[in-house]
């Protein structure tokens, strides 16, 4: 029987999140990113100082199945929705959506009333689908690497109305 369930990021959950944020590129970014640009990308979660303040100073969630860590989401700061990352093998499988409804429910409570982030290629699609908007495209260079992101929002009051 499975059982999936979220609990809160703690500092001892650092090195199992990086291998996520790694893993969840390297498996998922195939049809959207050029091996370069996977590559580059995914060497942040080891490089010294890239992760380490959103993941001391920030609030986040991870989502278990039978007590294996699949997925997390960050905020950092409180207004931003900085990281969310699931292992390729756990993809699609709901992980997303629930960290998405924990944070932005915890966000609101703490009273946030819009989300922003910087939505990949992999994840854009998703968050269209949970009511964020897009409010604009950009290039960003990743270890001298261009990749497409989207600036999105999402108004908070009227998700939990």
């Given at each position: 029987m499975?059982?999936?369930r979220?609990?809160?990021l ?8 990086r ?15 050029s ?10 979660a ?10 001391i ?24 929705l900085?990281?969310?990352?699931c292992?390729?093998r756990?993809?699609r ?8 409804e ?15 982030t ?5 994840s ?5 689908k ?16 261009s990749?497409?992101?989207y600036r ?5 009051q009227?998700r939990?109305?």
């Amino acid at each position: 029987m499975t059982c999936r369930r979220l609990r809160p990021l703690t500092k001892t959950d650092h090195f199992v999140v990086r291998e996520i944020y790694a893993d969840a590129i390297e498996s998922q970014g195939g049809g959207l990113y050029s091996p370069v640009q996977i590559s580059a990308w995914a060497a942040l979660a080891w490089l010294p100082g890239v992760l380490d303040r959103p993941l001391i100073e920030g609030r986040g969630w991870l989502s278990l199945e039978n007590d294996e860590v699949e997925a997390f989401a960050l905020r950092y700061p409180s207004d931003r929705l900085a990281l969310l990352y699931c292992r390729g093998r756990s993809a699609r499988c709901g992980h997303a959506t629930a960290l998405l409804e924990q944070v932005e429910a915890e966000a609101l409570q703490e009273g946030e009333l819009i989300l922003v982030t910087e939505a990949s290629l992999c994840s854009h699609p998703l968050l269209l689908k949970w009511g964020w908007i897009e409010m604009s495209k950009e290039v960003i260079q990743i270890g001298g690497v261009s990749f497409d992101r989207y600036r999105m929002a999402k108004n908070l009051q009227a998700r939990f109305k």
